[in-house]
């Protein structure tokens, strides 16, 4: 039973290191073009949400007072 729990194991494992020989990796150029690109748009939006929050709050403000 142990025999056949490794050898599935074995099995696996070669099967994830054939799978990674399939992958195609970006480029140093595309990493840093893809994380910049989302940096730029968390920030965006949050400006976004920060935006809207503090009208929102601005508005509950006045209707309270």
Do not use: C, H, R
């Not at 990796?25 to 989302?38: M, R, Y």
């Not at 400006?47 to 509950?60: E, H, Q, V």
């Amino acid at each position: 039973m142990a025999e056949k729990k490794e050898n599935a194991i074995v099995k696996y494992f070669k099967g994830v290191k054939s799978e990674f020989k399939k992958v195609t990796w970006p480029s140093f150029k595309q990493i840093v073009n893809n994380t910049t690109t989302v940096i730029v748009s968390v920030i965006v939006v949050g400006l976004f949400i920060f935006l809207l929050d503090t009208a929102f709050g601005a508005i509950l403000n006045q209707f309270i007072k």
